[in-house]
């Protein structure tokens, strides 16, 4: 299974802050909506995926 990494960077200093999990193929890129509260990840399978943050922390996918 793939994943994506959330890091934080502050003060030169790495953090994870959350892996998203459930892409089945490598991706090949992704983006954040300007709230910062969507991303977009695209794979070599050719599905766009939107991930949605909960409330807790915790997302869910749409496929296009």
């Known amino acids: 299974m793939r994943a994506i ?3 934080s960077c502050q003060n030169k200093r790495f953090e ?3 892996i998203i999990e459930g892409d089945n193929t ?3 890129s992704i983006s954040f909506s300007p709230d910062g509260k969507t991303i977009a990840s695209a794979g ?3 599905i766009v995926k939107l ?3 909960y409330s ?4 869910f996918e749409c496929e296009f």
């Open 51 to 53: 991930k949605f943050e």
């Open 44 to 46: 070599y399978d050719n």
């Open 56 to 59: 807790s922390g915790k997302y």
């Open 5 to 7: 990494a959330l890091w």
């Open 26 to 28: 490598l991706i090949q």
């Open 16 to 18: 994870l802050l959350n």
